[in-house]
C-alpha cells in the first residue's frame, strides 16, 4: 500500500555542497519514479523523473540514479542553495497500475 | 503553476460537520488522485478517478466520499469531521497513467 512517514528525516547541508537524497522502493515491477519537491504550505512540485530502463537521468543542477538490483533511486543536488530548502519525495508507478507510492520523505535544510 | 486548481485554499469548520473540497485537473487529463497530508507527514493516498470511474482506493475512511463528474472536475466529501481530519488535502492529476502526477496548491482543512 501507500507509503506514509510519520516523522521526517532531515538532511542539514551546507549552501554551495552538493546534496544526496535517498529513496527506497518496494516494489520490483516499479517501472518510472518521480522526483518531487514541496515547500511549506504548497503542493508538490515535479523536479524529474526516470524510466526503468535508463539508470541515470540529468536536470538543471539535479541528478537521479536508479539501481534496479537494490530497488533504490537517489537525487542529487548539485551546489545546494537556499533556494532548494523543502521536503523531497520519492514516488514509483508501475505501468498500468495508475498506482503511485510515495516514499516517507526527507527534509533538506540548507545551512547558510 | 501547475494548471489543477483546488478550491477552497483554506477551509475552517466545526466537529461534526460536512465539507466538499473541489478539484480541477490539467487540460487533458482523466486521472483525479486525492491525497491528505497532515502535519510533518507524507502523502497518503485517498482514492483515485479516471474519466469519471473509481479506479483505486487508499486509507480512505467510510465517513469520506468523492467522485469524479463529466467534465472531469472532482470533489471529495468529508463527513462527521473530527478534530483529526485536519490536515492539507491535496488533489493531483495526469493524463493516461505512468506519467508525473501534477499537483494542485491544496486545501487547508480546519476543523475546531
Known amino acids: 500500500g501507500e507509503s506514509v512517514g510519520l516523522h521526517l528525516p532531515t538532511l542539514s547541508v551546507q549552501e554551495g555542497d552538493n546534496s544526496i537524497i535517498n529513496c527506497a522502493y518496494s516494489?520490483?515491477?516499479?517501472?518510472?519514479f518521480i522526483w518531487y519537491k514541496q515547500e511549506s504550505g504548497k503542493g508538490p512540485q515535479f523536479i524529474i523523473d526516470?524510466?526503468?530502463?535508463?539508470d541515470k537521468r540529468q536536470g538543471q543542477r539535479v541528478t537521479v540514479l536508479l539501481n534496479k538490483t537494490v530497488k533504490h533511486l537517489s537525487l542529487q543536488i548539485a551546489a545546494t542553495q537556499p533556494g532548494d530548502s523543502a521536503v523531497y519525495f520519492c514516488?514509483?508507478?508501475?505501468?498500468?497500475?495508475?498506482?503511485?507510492?510515495f516514499g516517507t520523505g526527507t527534509r533538506l535544510k540548507v545551512l547558510a | 503553476d501547475s494548471g489543477v486548481t483546488q478550491t477552497p485554499k483554506h477551509l475552517i469548520t466545526a466537529t461534526g460537520q460536512r465539507v466538499t473540497l473541489r478539484c480541477s485537473p490539467r487540460?487533458?487529463?482523466?486521472?483525479v488522485y486525492w491525497y491528505q497530508q497532515s502535519l510533518d507527514q507524507g502523502l497518503q493516498f485517498l482514492i483515485q478517478?479516471?474519466?469519471?470511474?473509481?479506479?483505486a482506493k487508499g486509507n480512505i475512511l467510510e465517513r469520506f466520499s468523492a467522485q469524479q463528474f463529466p467534465d472531469l472536475h472532482s470533489e471529495l466529501n468529508l463527513s462527521s469531521l473530527e478534530l483529526g481530519d485536519s490536515a492539507l488535502y491535496f488533489c493531483?492529476?495526469?493524463?493516461?497513467?505512468?506519467?508525473?502526477?501534477?499537483f494542485g496548491s491544496g486545501t487547508q482543512l480546519s476543523v475546531l
Open positions: 493531483a492529476s495526469s493524463g493516461w497513467g505512468n506519467e508525473k502526477l501534477f
Open positions: 516494489n520490483s515491477a516499479s517501472d518510472y
Open positions: 526516470i524510466r526503468s530502463n535508463m
Open positions: 514516488a514509483a508507478t508501475t505501468s498500468g497500475t495508475y498506482k503511485y507510492i
Open positions: 487540460s487533458g487529463d482523466l486521472s
Open positions: 478517478y479516471y474519466n469519471g470511474e473509481e479506479r
